[in-house]
């Protein structure tokens, strides 16, 4: 009996040890580390950003195919870098196909979807119709499962592509990917209809819908930023310059010599195929130059304007005139829009093809 009594004795001593030696141990601090190809940069632009340590919730992790693909992120780097290199406006586009993915169902590729017989994808919706880019992931899922068939998620390419093509001028990631997404297997084209606010929205449904998503006003103000690359259509604006009030008059809320400049490139209120820079003059570099023009009241649409109308929106967004500020809270904001409803573990599939259901 009093052998008994001292073996229990020892195995309590044993698990205490273990308990107390690993308390507050097993949670690591997360460092990221790309290892595909990344150079030291070009000595300007913003430094990394591992002033604060980011919540990734729903099993997203760092290097999470640094066993099953360990080249994975390399392959997306690499490739992403030579289709920027022939396109420069493509950061502008992935960025875009990112938002739009991430606001229906959250971040699961399926705007990458193709509609069926039976079913019309977000990729068709109205609201999608200007979205490029497609063949981009396509490119890089060929070269993926090359080397790891049936590892690397649609979801996490398009999700490390996009920062990689944002971040090229700079030659370093400009925020951090967590990765382990999997990918979705519904697309429905009504959804994304419901779910992307438009460029005519103003503040109150540009912060319930950012709201819904578990974004604030400082993440839609940061993100909005992304407007700083890219072009808008003619017939998305032209309200503003021809008809705003039903009355042949202009937005009074755009400033008067950059509304007659836009008057000479959008001649036709229903024009859908010309373009203008959403950044005036500095359409292919991504900076906070967005928030200088915004300031100036040369915000290309009403939902930019609208970030001017909300007394904290407006002071955050002169806030984010600082170059460093701006870096930091976009990336801090690209993280949380890249953890929106992600699938993870057995949920979803890994899908063979980016535009297609297994």
């Not at 060929?142 to 398009?158: F, H, P, T």
């Not at 202009?250 to 373009?275: E, G, H, I, M, V």
Request: charged share 25%; with cysteine.
């Amino acid at each position: 009996m009093a052998s008994k009594v001292l073996f229990l004795l020892l195995v309590l001593a044993i698990c205490s040890t273990f308990v107390f030696c690993n308390a507050g141990g097993s949670k690591k601090k997360s460092h990221y580390k790309h290892k595909g190809g990344w150079g030291h940069g070009h000595g300007h632009g913003p430094r990394g950003h591992d002033s604060y340590e980011p919540e990734y919730d729903g099993g997203l992790k760092n290097d999470f195919y640094r066993k099953s693909c360990p080249r994975a992120e390399e392959i997306v780097q690499t490739v992403t870098s030579r289709h920027v290199t022939s396109n420069p406006n493509l950061p502008a586009k992935l960025i875009r196909v990112l938002f739009h993915d991430c606001f229906v169902r959250g971040c699961d590729a399926s705007v990458l979807l193709n509609s069926t017989g039976n079913s019309t994808s977000e990729k068709d919706a109205n609201t999608n119709r200007n979205l490029e880019g497609f063949n981009v992931i396509d490119d890089i899922k060929s070269e993926i499962e090359k080397e790891c068939k049936g590892i690397v998620s649609c979801a996490d390419i398009l999700t490390l592509a996009t920062r990689d093509a944002v971040s090229l001028q700079y030659g370093r990631p400009l925020w951090k990917v967590p990765t382990g997404r999997r990918d979705g297997t519904i697309s429905i084209a009504s959804e994304a209809s419901a779910n992307i606010p438009s460029g005519a929205s103003n503040f109150t449904v540009l912060v319930n819908n950012f709201a819904s998503k578990n974004l604030t006003v400082r993440d839609l103000v940061a993100l909005s930023g992304a407007h700083t690359i890219g072009v808008g259509h003619c017939n998305f604006v032209s309200r503003r310059l021809f008809n705003f009030t039903g009355r042949g008059d202009q937005d009074p809320s755009l400033n008067p010599k950059y509304a007659d400049f836009l008057r000479t490139q959008c001649r036709d209120p229903a024009d859908r195929t010309t373009t203008v820079e959403m950044d005036p003059g500095s359409s292919l570099s991504f900076d906070n130059h967005y928030f200088k023009i915004l300031k100036e009241h040369k915000g290309l649409f009403v939902s930019d304007a609208a970030l001017l109308t909300d007394d904290k929106a407006r002071e955050f967004a002169l806030q984010l005139l600082n170059p460093k500020m701006f870096f930091d809270e976009f990336a801090k904001s690209m993280e949380k829009m890249g953890a929106i409803g992600v699938l993870t573990g057995s949920q979803g599939q890994i899908r063979n093809k980016c535009s297609l259901v297994n």
